[in-house]
């Protein structure tokens, strides 16, 4: 009986510390969103420049040299996304004293992977196809449910803004199609943008 009451107070205060971490912890850190915005902002501005359309499924139809400096620009784009947060995930978890192999903060990016995984073999499938029109609406969906199960992990924020990028993936698919350039821009780059700066926000106010 005695050991049965030990492991409970111990299973308990476990909780607690988990509950405590993932309180503090932030899965997508407040410079990160605002970084990774502003750059798909550039990218998107850059394709169009290229492009002269929101409409993705028109880089299918572009000179080979620029559609290979569209694939270029987007492949960076997430490349340098993908090591800014890393470094920006590192940098919080030594301010909070929480380590990237926590518990928390691993279920948080191994709930993140399944939704990434899907979303890049549709797209290989979508461009096998040549349907590059519905892969932006893919990747805000497949996004949108990793943050939110993420999120299950972490903060609260996450989840909202996985709820956000689900509608927002929702209404591209279906009624705007071919604005796939100027959706990718709203959600990938104004939402995190906004996301980051009420972050920021936060932090300030609370005097961390």
């Not at 199960?149 to 009624?175: H, K, Y």
Request: with cysteine.
């Amino acid at each position: 009986m005695h050991t049965e009451e030990t492991r409970l107070l111990s299973d308990i205060r476990y909780i607690r510390a988990v509950m405590e971490m993932s309180s503090e912890h932030k899965l997508l850190p407040d410079w990160a969103a605002c970084g990774g915005g502003a750059l798909v902002l550039v990218s998107a501005a850059l394709t169009w420049a290229m492009t002269g359309t929101g409409d993705v499924q028109q880089v299918l139809y572009l000179p080979p040299l620029k559609k290979l400096l569209v694939t270029a620009v987007w492949t960076a784009t997430g490349t340098a996304s993908v090591i800014f947060y890393w470094f920006m995930a590192a940098r919080q978890s030594r301010r909070l004293g929480v380590s990237l192999q926590a518990r928390p903060t691993r279920l948080a990016r191994q709930a993140m992977g399944p939704a990434v995984l899907v979303a890049a073999v549709l797209t290989l499938r979508l461009v096998i196809d040549r349907q590059y029109d519905l892969v932006p609406a893919v990747w805000m969906l497949a996004y949108g449910v990793g943050l939110y199960n993420a999120g299950l992990f972490c903060s609260e924020e996450p989840r909202l803004l996985g709820l956000l990028f689900l509608v927002t993936g929702i209404v591209a698919l279906l009624a705007f199609p071919g604005a796939g350039l100027w959706m990718t821009a709203l959600s990938f780059g104004g939402y995190h943008i906004v996301f980051g700066a009420l972050l920021l926000s936060r932090g300030r106010a609370g005097g961390r």
